[in-house]
């Protein structure tokens, strides 16, 4: 079952059985459940909370925060870091109990989605210490004392990152070399290795480390566990493991404070660790279960951080677009005037209500924790990050040459600075951070499969043969029977208010049965393919877009008619009906393509490609192979040997 998607066969080990309510997990299978996504009201306290803080942070923001400073100087002074810890930016996800504000995943979207209006950078900058820091893997598998000890401090003194991606591995995290061996007194733990493009990593205090420990398995209590060996000797293996690292430790070392296409704020470093000390009590959780965690720890950006930095972005260029269309003549006739121009802004205004529908309907459900949102969490990323790309982009469009200029070079003539061409640079890094769009379009298909995999194991062993061959045939036809014909009947909505507006109905009944469509052609191709499915990714991209494409039309959907109840006025469903017809006819050619692919060829001239097969492709030009960039020596880059606090403990 683990080989259906090779090259993540560690993720697969890693991954566990679903522990709550999923919405995707009955799309996929042809049983949408719709009343999943009726969240129920937002409770007072939790609108309190809100109605007090955004004041505060929004005059915050606008009084103490220069987002052309920071683009400039590629550095967020430190007084705006020292101001967000005083405002208790840093706290909203750690409880009350912890000395923290305890916000709703909700109100916590919402402030990132504030912040990021303003500047993206520094929003990011918020989100990493609560999303992947330190502050989540301890509330979810660390101890009581722990908390007590750390929570505090990174609510209000102190910036965390998180420590995984190494130079050679990024979305594979299972192939991490860094190691921390536990040393001949048992009570210290010594990392050597690296890690790069750590968010935070220069600035942080703590950071939360994901290494290989050398351990044995061994029964204690009932239970098979991995226990560290002393100085590595007699391991079974080396297994991942978290744990809290102290930056001041001996022995780290900031090598490169890393520089990139956009986002130029943002603190990531390379770091290298050589004999590093970390006490046996900063272990997060168990051995052997760092991958776990880190898969864990990383659906709260996933669901939450990316999306609400995406949305935040997209909804700081909308205005702007929408003074440039009215303003600006080309030709006597403003650019409002121009069909073309017009059809461009319907498509962002559907695209920006989508995302903001997507992300919301996935935040409520992470405040309900009865949810297993890793597939929702995945897809909320995916589309939002991929959808504000377009969005930004097709404003560049419109701005035209003035979309290319940079705001400073604007300003000196007298011309409005709005840094369009920095959010399209900066966008990009949201596609790829926590998890690329093309690593987790995978992740999904294999949540999409999971009940094919957990009854037809045997069946996609392509050596199996003669009678355990049909034995295994016959015993699926006993489960897959009942289920194909249910894949044939329509289920009724659920019997709520909110399903009965004539509106809601027809999107959601359309959902429902390209559900049953998308479950029988899933079934259809895994019966065809059997193991070759497993690297047919073409299929599973399909399978993750239309499951994808069916959420945005439910959310949306839902969206409209309680945005509707709220101010009393019907245009926004010009907003949904638009979503539903555009991706309604994406989702019927997926499925069709999903029967009937068509990649064959494509990937016929890609394989071609790798293989030189088209040296005319170069020719003309003065060739360069990948290898002639790189410098003939490599120095010491290290642009610090120490980390510049912004805050000190």
Aim: hydrophobic content about 40%; glycine content about 8%.
């Amino acid at each position: 079952m683990a080989g259906l998607f090779q090259g993540l066969e560690k993720i697969e080990e890693a991954r566990e059985r679903l522990a709550g309510r999923s919405f995707m997990t009955g799309l996929f299978s042809g049983r949408p459940d719709f009343s999943l996504l009726l969240a129920p009201d937002e409770s007072p306290e939790e609108k309190t909370a809100w109605d007090m803080f955004r004041p505060r942070l929004q005059t915050f923001l606008t009084t103490q925060v220069d987002p052309d400073e920071i683009e400039r100087t590629a550095k967020i002074p430190d007084s705006v870091i020292k101001g967000l810890f005083a405002l208790g930016a840093f706290a909203m996800k750690i409880p009350q109990e912890y000395g923290g504000l305890g916000f709703s995943c909700t109100n916590y979207g919402r402030a990132l989605m504030l912040i990021a209006s303003w500047s993206n950078i520094l929003s990011l900058t918020v989100a990493v210490p609560q999303s992947i820091g330190i502050a989540m893997p301890l509330l979810l598998f660390g101890s009581d004392q722990q908390r007590k000890k750390y929570l505090p401090i990174v609510a209000w003194h102190a910036l965390s990152a998180f420590a995984l991606t190494e130079s050679m591995t990024g979305s594979d995290a299972a192939n991490i070399v860094t190691e921390a061996v536990l040393d001949a007194d048992g009570e210290t733990f010594v990392v050597n290795g690296g890690k790069l493009w750590c968010t935070n990593g220069s600035i942080a205090r703590y950071v939360t480390l994901i290494a290989r420990v050398p351990a044995k398995r061994e029964r204690r209590g009932g239970h098979m566990l991995w226990i560290p060996v002393p100085e590595g000797k007699g391991a079974d293996q080396s297994v991942h493991t978290a744990f809290v690292l102290d930056m001041d430790a001996p022995g780290i070392r900031i090598r490169q404070r890393c520089q990139f296409e956009g986002c130029r704020g943002i603190e990531n470093a390379y770091l290298t660790f050589a004999d590093v000390p970390v006490p046996v009590g900063d272990l997060i959780g168990e051995v052997g279960w760092g991958l776990k965690y880190a898969l864990t720890i990383l659906n709260i950006g996933r669901a939450i951080s990316i999306p609400a930095i995406c949305l935040g972005m997209a909804k700081q260029a909308w205005q702007p677009t929408l003074d440039r269309a009215n303003t600006r003549l080309t030709f006597q006739k403003p650019l409002a005037e121009r069909q073309t121009q017009r059809i461009r802004l319907g498509r962002m205004a559907s695209s920006l209500f989508a995302m903001e529908a997507l992300a919301s309907s996935v935040w409520r459900m992470a405040d309900q924790h009865t949810f297993d949102i890793r597939t929702e969490a995945a897809i909320a990323k995916m589309f939002c990050s991929e959808s504000a790309i377009r969005f930004l982009k097709d404003a560049q469009t419109l701005f035209g040459g003035m979309g290319y200029e940079t705001a400073d070079s604007k300003r000196m003539r007298g011309e409005p600075a709005f840094g369009i061409e920095q959010l399209v640079r900066d966008a990009e890094m949201y596609r790829i951070g926590e998890g690329a769009t093309d690593i987790l379009r995978p992740f999904v298909a294999r949540e999409a499969l999971n009940m094919h995999l957990e009854h037809a194991q045997k069946y996609f062993e392509d050596h199996m043969t003669g009678l355990r061959w049909v034995m295994a045939v016959g015993r699926l036809l006993g489960i897959y029977v009942p289920w194909y014909m249910k894949q044939w009947i329509p289920k009724p909505l659920p019997p709520h208010p909110e399903f009965r507006r004539p509106k809601v109905r027809h999107k959601l009944r359309f959902v429902e049965r390209a559900s049953r469509q998308l479950a029988r052609a899933t079934f259809y191709a895994m019966v065809w393919h059997r193991e070759a499915l497993r690297d047919d990714q073409g299929r599973q991209n399909r399978i993750e877009n239309i499951g994808e494409g069916l959420f945005v039309i439910a959310a949306t959907a839902l969206a409209a008619q309680a945005e509707e109840r709220r101010i009393g006025q019907t245009g926004v469903w010009d907003l949904a009906d638009e979503v539903f017809r555009d991706t309604k006819v994406q989702v019927k050619e997926q499925i069709s393509m999903l029967i009937s692919n068509e990649d064959a060829q494509v990937t016929a001239v890609g394989t071609n490609a790798l293989r030189g097969t088209y040296p005319m492709l170069s020719e003309g030009i003065i060739k360069r192979t990948l290898r002639d960039y790189k410098a003939p020596e490599e120095p010491a880059v290290g642009v610090a040997e120490r980390r510049k606090r912004h805050v000190s403990h």
